[in-house]
């Protein structure tokens, strides 16, 4: 008896020993917690990437592992010690996650299968039970086609007649911008899922088909912009950086570290030379696209920034502080161009020299809108009026006002004479902005008739 126990109980202790460790149960929770903030698309620290179990052998600048020789392991090197390298700045490991690590060496790296979580499961109704929040909208330069973002999808439509609308899924949880290109042969649709990945997606709006689809980084983006010469979108993302996405998808992205928060809004200058940039950090930044650096931070608000856009001489901000701001590149920009320096240089003309105010705002500004032609700017605020001003002299040219608040997105056609918004109940409206006529309501997606 005595002995069978003893047996059985050593047979338990060494299956414990050589239990198999699953990438996928075991190794990935480990990763994603401690380790992808800086071994990923987005960061990538050591050139190292952490995230995607395809590159695990290819990325670094040593091999990360011999399959079963765990001592000579730079991932497991990494991480034991009085002080471990690695997770850089943080608390050690503990020691049944090291020990998990280091079993998952010794029994040879073994990929049983891909995180769970590089497959969200967004799923589309056919029907909503209640009218999703329209987070994003969009208008053709022509003014004759829109989109608008709802959830998971996004919805085209014609803006005259009544043909039916066409509903392109996404895999993102969260559909942050649409915007369809400015020569109108694409759609953009951005987003991602929160602390999973960021999503862009490229499609051709007289079909509805996806062109590309592309993952980067760890969170989602926010707004941006196309370049006027429609092959790049630049969009904000949640770790402070703004991301190029070339349209070509062979074409890798580019990113820089701006802000130290959420960049909510990125936008092109007209020329497509610069880039304005706002966020959650308050600050307002004008970067170049070529050298893909910081020329200048031009202004810091008190209140977290939502939008930006840039006219013609202008950079272009508003946000939570209720005011809304144009700031003059050539004198902002004048001495830190020349120089070069970006950060390092002393900018030398201060705020009140460039500084180009418009009338106060009646609520927090939840999205700005320029023309194709720059000549117009569309402001909307939490509250149910939007108002029209020429960038020429900052006037106001009209309001459109008993929209359905608070109004999450809006965009103008090329001229400006048609406007469309996005509203938190669902609705998406189409105005003339002559007569301030609403030209269309409509609720894009199928909602179940109430019983
Ligand atoms: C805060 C940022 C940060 C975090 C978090 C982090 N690393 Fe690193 N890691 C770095 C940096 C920076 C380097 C490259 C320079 C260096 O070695 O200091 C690096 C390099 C490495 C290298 C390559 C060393 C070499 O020379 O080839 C390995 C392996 C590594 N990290 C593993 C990990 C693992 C595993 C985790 C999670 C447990 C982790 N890192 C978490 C910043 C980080």
Redesign the pocket.
Known sequence: MRVTLFISLLFIAVGLGAAEVSYQRDVWP??KR??I???SAQKT??K?R?DDPKLLRST???P?FVPGKPEVS??IK??IGDEP??????PP?SAAKVNLLRDWVLQGAKIDATPANSVPAVVIPKAYTSAPAVTSVTISTDGKLAAAACRSEVVLFKVEGNDAPRRVPTEFDLITHVELSPDGKLLAIAGGSPQQFGGVMFVNPADGKTLSVRRLGGDTFFRGNFAPDSKTIALGAANGAVFLIPVDASAPPKSIELHSDWVMDVAFTADGKQLVSGGRDKTIKVSSVAGLKLLRSIDQSPEMITSVAADPLNAIAAGDARVLKGYDFKIALSGVEVSGAGNGSRPVNKLTQYVRTYEGQSDKVTDLALSGDRKLLAVATRSAEIRLYQTTDRKRKTAITKVPAPVFSIALNGDGSRLILGSKSGEVQIYDTASSKLLKTIVPVPVLAKK
Do not use: R, S, T, W
């Not at 390298?85 to 943080?90: A, K, L, S």
């Open positions: 480990i990763f401690h380790c903030g800086c071994h620290k050591g190292l952490l670094g600048e040593d990360l730079m991932l990494q991480i390298e690695m997770p850089q700045n943080e490991l």
